[in-house]
């Protein structure tokens, strides 16, 4: 899977309470991206990372936040999780903003 | 082919024939394709790309073709072996970068042996 870690694979959390889902990888890739994935819906971009401390939105980014503190890690933070963000969550890497690679995803469930 | 809805369209292919997986793309100024096959369980995995000023570009027992007047996209897989029984994606990008990347929401491949 290209170097990439998500973790944890699975997490279950009430409503409410802050999740941080954490992607590691270790080809020193610049481009980091976290998706959230629904059926109908595809992968859709929550939020992107073109450098240590650089950041930007995707297009389902509200309720979310990220940060990137060292090229091999970008966290995804749900503020206080709503059942709207259960979900499959992928983070991918991508050395030149072309093809991505994907980990192997994240399912989240708020309850 | 590809539509926009809950239920994934599915093509269901026998073992060592030829499988055509349609593509329509929306933006005309897409310039980059890719296409991503995820098993299940698993996060997508990239298989082929091609640029807008292509119309035709092969892989080992893949080839994608490009049709920009249609707006339309194809994956072919020769001699469909069980392993390739997956969803695939394909991917359009606008320029601007992997984050002006839109995804359709699949076709499921069968593969009967």
């Known amino acids: 899977d290209a170097g990439i870690t998500q973790s944890p694979r699975h997490k279950v959390t009430e409503t409410g309470t802050p999740v941080t889902l954490r992607c590691h990888q270790t080809?020193?890739?610049?481009?980091m991206y976290w998706y959230r994935q629904d059926p109908g819906h595809g992968l859709r971009l929550i939020h992107y990372?073109?450098?240590?401390?650089?950041?930007d939105k995707g297009e389902v980014s509200d309720g979310y936040s990220v940060s990137r503190s060292k090229t091999e890690d970008f966290l995804l933070t749900l503020e206080s999780a709503t059942s709207s963000q259960t979900s499959v969550y992928f983070c991918?890497?991508?050395?030149?903003?072309?093809?991505?690679?994907f980990g192997q995803g994240t399912r989240l469930t708020v309850v | 082919g590809e539509s926009v809805g809950l239920h994934l369209p599915t093509l269901s292919v026998q073992e060592g024939d030829n499988s055509i997986i349609n593509c329509a793309y929306s933006?005309?100024?897409?310039?980059?394709f890719i296409w991503y096959k995820q098993e299940s369980g698993k996060g997508p995995q990239f298989i082929i790309d091609?640029?807008?000023?292509?119309d035709k570009r092969q892989g080992q027992r893949v080839t994608v073709l490009l049709n920009k007047t249609v707006k339309h996209l194809s994956l072919q897989i020769a001699a469909t072996q069980p392993g390739d029984s997956a969803v695939y994606f394909c991917?359009?990008?606008?320029?601007?970068?992997?984050?002006?990347?839109?995804f359709g929401i699949g076709t499921k491949l069968q593969v009967i042996p």
């Open positions: 933006n005309s100024a897409s310039d980059y």
């Open positions: 991918a890497i991508s050395p030149a903003n072309t093809e991505a690679f």
């Open positions: 080809e020193n890739h610049r481009y």
């Open positions: 991917a359009e990008n606008r320029p601007g970068g992997y984050q002006k990347v839109t």
């Open positions: 990372s073109y450098g240590v401390k650089d950041t």
């Open positions: 091609i640029r807008s000023n292509m």
